[in-house]
Nanobody
Framework: QVQLVESGGGLVQAGGSLRLSCAAS????????MGWYRQAPGKQRELVTV???????NYLDSVKGRFTISRDNAKNTVYLQMNSLKPEDTAVYYC??????????????WGQGTQVTVSS
């Protein structure tokens, strides 16, 4: 199967920056889209940003201009650079990947989640 391991969360003051990483490992043909979701206490999980295998990106309106997603296909790793963090960005952040396991088998995987806390 596929494992997604995240790192980089933590506590930061408002206006600060954090960089999240998510590395995929296992046996597969290719990783298609990769993305980051977040879930704040008492709220539903929401899509923050996604990047395709070709590098096209999309962002939640509230993070545009502050967050940047990127990926290193050679390392099967996706990154999330978060700048100008706000208290409302506080959440557990989850990595997600759409993986082509074999020619006819897809897999949608999740990381374990990493806590991001922004203090005011």
């Amino acid at each position: 199967q596929v494992q997604l391991v995240e790192s980089g969360g933590g506590l930061v003051q408002a206006g600060g920056s954090l960089r999240l990483s998510c590395a995929a490992s296992g046996t597969f043909l290719r990783i298609n889209a990769m993305g980051w979701y977040r879930q704040a206490p008492g709220k539903q999980r929401e899509l923050v940003t996604v990047i395709t295998s070709g590098g096209a990106t999309n962002y939640l309106d509230s993070v545009k201009g502050r967050f940047t997603i990127s990926r290193d296909n050679a390392k099967n790793t996706v990154y999330l650079q978060m700048n100008s963090l706000k208290p409302e960005d506080t959440a557990v952040y989850y990595c997600n990947a759409e993986v082509l396991l074999t020619t006819f088998r897809n897999y949608n995987g999740w990381g374990q989640g990493t806590q991001v806390t922004v203090s005011s």
